[in-house]
């Protein structure tokens, strides 16, 4: 369990989370922002909100965005000043985070949340500057006071709350401290214990347009895949976010592992030395793709590979060793018995094994 710490006490590598990442790298979410926002300004916002939306949508990401509008230096969340920072690096004094990898949130983290609300909002800041007034004078860590004090909790998953924690934040739900506010995120509404889910005003975060989530791979895509890897076509981008649900950052997952993978069988049928065979081998053996994902993406590269070895024979061009007609040929066989024992399972099947068996396959040809 891993959590900012409450008031100023100074935090360890294990009191903060990794960064979240930043709501202005979202595509489809601008309205919803600008919601916020409006809510905020006008003294709206509810005091228990729950962001509810499918895996790898943003929640994450547009909880942290309202965390950090009472803070922003531009009176909105701009994501670029010291206090944005602060928020997105889960080190703002203000505010707790709460998030978990273990099966549930205990009784603990309850705790930790009633004692982050129960410090008076903005004593942070007029104990780093006593004559401070709020929205003027930056903190000693470059960390300006905010336009008016208040408290927050961001608890991520908070499906995961367990009967004991979530009794012991009844109270605190129904009544919140004044001056504070109380952000979770949950994929699991149904999940939720009944007495939390009535004491929180729930926000549904549909998936973005397919266009922009679109938009949003090809961004961010360049920088997870290696310069060697194939850019994925618009139609490969948009069956991937199908199949991620149009959930963008499952999207991005599925393409950016896709891609990587993708690499490894193309090193794998067209390599340079043996050695390069052993080595994309036993890293298809460590990628934890599936066999069936590997046997579809393998027999399109295979017959990708046909397709060029019958043009170059009409042309007349001289084939490397991986586009023998010969060679695909001996690894399409071998890929059709792989395909048998798959669907069959009669015997164990060991990917590294498996892609040397169809590297070497044919090769002396």
Known sequence: MTTSKSRNTKKTSDDILPSIPSWTDLMGFRMTLKRLTHLWITDKLPSVLLFEGRD????RSIAAAAAAMPFCSHHEPCG?????????STSHPEILWVETSDIS??????????????VHAGSFWTEQNPSNSFGSTPSKDGVASPQRAVRIVVIIDADKL?????????????????SSHIFMTTSRPKAMLPTVLSRAIK???????????LTFLKTRLP???SPETPTPTDTELKECILRAGLSPGKALDLCGHEGMVGEKIRRLLNPENMLHILEAAEELGKSGTTFGKWIEMVEVRLNERYKKAVSERKNGTKCPSGLHIGVINERRRMLSQVKRAAV??????????????????????
């Open 344 to 365: 069959n399972q009669k015997i164990a099947l060991n990917m590294q094994l498996a892609s040397e068996s169809l590297g070497f396959s044919g090769i002396s040809q």
């Open 223 to 225: 920088s997870i895949l």
């Open 162 to 178: 367990n009967q004991q924690a979530a009794n012991r934040l009844l109270v605190t739900l129904e009544e919140p401290p004044l």
């Open 203 to 213: 926000w549904h975060l549909a998936p973005p347009h397919l266009e922009d989530t």
């Open 56 to 59: 790898g949508i943003g929640k």
């Open 105 to 118: 949130l205990k009784l603990t983290d309850a705790d930790r949340i009633h004692e982050h609300l129960s």
């Open 80 to 88: 670029i000043c010291a206090n944005c920072h602060a928020v997105l």
